[in-house]
């Protein structure tokens, strides 16, 4: 092994995966100075999270930067003019071997640009999975991406040797993606997730019926959106992503800025990045939606078509509905205590199982972890102080500014008006 040329491929394909944040969260460079302990370097080790909730490290490459389409919002497109390289299927078994022998990665996440053919691409990827599966009896985690329009048989194959799977959708309309990539077709990225589904669920129920039958994509399949590359609206955003989850039992839907690559016309310019708190509240309200009992409507409509960047979702769904507040936490059921700004899912189990015993007040609702600052507006309990009293939704906001971190504070004036 060439292991010079090994460590530059590295250096160019770990780089280029940066990109994908559909396996969560990428490597860092950190050099080791006055004779510490141990030493990052920038090559790919990413972190994402098992079923059971466990946080794995992975290697996390591509197989080539090779590419023979030309997407406008990606550094691998074919027209960009950077170091190109390529892994033998070997050399990523050796890689993720090796890697895992010293304890530096439980797992591999494996993408690749196209070369070739969607088929060609893909069914080398399966082979990397097969090998380390069947030849080094590898059993940690492996995440392969599908190849936007591989065939039935290959994605079928593929779930085989992977937990997960995930095809990313890339550009959330189709209008985007036909505008920034043109010899795409939305078609080719709901081939693969709709094969993977069947076959998740066909061997689902074979399981059930023979025991002996192989476990399919236990992870499941997720995808990655591109946020602000093309000028949707959270609402589009959201709405695709509601698509995915419910048309293919996604697990997750991932959104990532778009970094500014190229010098196009088509797209925002070097230099304009996405702030990175769109990309939380689109977290936020994905959460909402998954977990809280929210539908889109109710955060993104006409009169509402992107988040709030100084407040989260449920906080501003809130303000602009104070004719449904103030809650009584002693009686409201489970939905409506959920809504209450300030009240996580956790601290609602808890709310219901607590009230069982002794009608909740504010130090019981202190004591059990609820943020006060922004629920005190908005619920009524076992006390005599309502905080509500005839605020507006402005002035609540601003109250709840004045005692937050937020970076966005400081937009606020706190002086409340004595005839505001
Ligand atoms: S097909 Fe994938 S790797 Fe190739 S240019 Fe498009 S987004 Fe990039």
Known sequence: MNYERIKEK?????????YDVSCSSS??????????????????????????GRCVSLLKILLTNVCIFDCAYCVTRKSNDIKRAAFTVQEVVDLTINFYRRNYIEGLFLSSGIFKSPDATMERLIRVAKKLREEENFNGYIHLKSIPGASDELMQEAGLYADRLSVNIEIPTKEGLKLLAPDKDHKDFI?????????IQIYKSEKKLIKNTPIYAPAGQSTQMIVGATGESDRDIMYSANFFYNKFQMKRVYYSGYIPVANDSRLPAIGTEVPMMRENRLYQTDWLLRFYGFNIQEILNESHLNLDMDIDPKLSWALRNLDQFPVDINKADKRMIARVPGIGMKSVGKILSARRYRKLNWEHLKAIGISMNRSKYFLTCNSREFETRDLTSAKIKSLIMLNSKSKYRKNFNYQLNLFS
């Open 27 to 52: 490597g860092s460079k950190r050099q080791n100075k006055n004779k510490g302990l141990g030493d990052s370097s920038g090559m790919g080790i990413c972190h994402t999270y098992t079923e059971d």
């Open 191 to 199: 081939k693969p997730m709709k094969a993977v589904q069947n076959s």
């Open 10 to 18: 590295l250096e160019i394909l770990a780089d280029a995966a940066k």
